[in-house]
């Protein structure tokens, strides 16, 4: 757990690809819109240590050297990362039917109460203004929200950390030790 900069990550290495590394039954974590290379570095750090896939879709902050040196992520090499323009673009490169949990606000039940199955993408929203309503208008049915109280909001690393574990949880932890 100590901190020790990866000096052997170089800026090739760094750009985010899709390697081929995710476990098998592993969740997708969408990021829709972020707007904090911090927090995305963060997430991008529980992707590799879960083998889980990251999504990012635009527009979001430049990714370039120095923002990824400051931000942490000498992660891209251990994990799968994929960039898409749109939302629509996501869709045509996943099954059309997939039905992804929308993690906001004013989701309708708390995170604890949904089934979470191998394979399910969770979507979470810009640190700003969270999800559209268009995307939220899609999948009415699967918002979850975290129980909270006199805060607007939780950071979003860990939000996704939070509704992460508890999805891994219910899948035994797809056999990580």
């Given amino acids: 757990?100590?901190?020790?900069?990866?000096?052997?990550?170089?800026?090739?290495?760094?750009?985010?690809?899709?390697?081929?590394?995710?476990?098998?039954?592993?969740?997708?974590?969408?990021?829709v819109n972020p707007r904090i290379p911090q927090n995305?570095?963060?997430?991008?750090r529980m992707c590799a240590a879960t083998g889980s896939r990251l999504d990012l879709i635009n527009p979001f902050f430049k990714i370039d050297d120095a923002k990824l040196k400051r931000a942490g992520l000498d992660y891209w090499p251990l994990l799968d990362v994929r960039i898409f323009n749109t939302l629509e673009d996501w869709l045509e490169a996943n099954?059309?039917?997939?039905?992804?949990?929308?993690?906001e606000t004013v989701g309708s039940?708390?995170?604890t109460q949904?089934?979470?199955?191998?394979?399910?993408?969770?979507?979470?929203g810009d640190e700003q203004e969270g999800l559209a309503p268009s995307i939220i208008?899609?999948?009415?049915?699967?918002?979850?929200?975290?129980?909270?109280?006199?805060?607007?909001?939780?950071?979003l690393a860990m939000?996704?950390?939070i509704v992460s574990f508890e999805a891994l949880r219910q899948l035994d932890f797809l056999g990580m030790e």
């Fill in 1 to 31: 757990m100590g901190r020790k900069q990866n000096i052997f990550v170089d800026a090739q290495e760094r750009k985010p690809l899709d390697r081929r590394l995710t476990r098998p039954g592993a969740l997708g974590i969408v990021l």
């Fill in 40 to 44: 995305t570095g963060s997430v991008a």
């Fill in 95 to 103: 099954d059309s039917k997939v039905q992804p949990w929308l993690i």
């Fill in 109 to 111: 039940k708390p995170y």
């Fill in 114 to 124: 949904a089934t979470f199955e191998p394979n399910d993408f969770l979507f979470f």
């Fill in 137 to 155: 208008d899609r999948w009415p049915n699967r918002t979850l929200r975290i129980p909270q109280q006199n805060v607007r909001s939780m950071n």
């Fill in 159 to 161: 939000t996704v950390g």
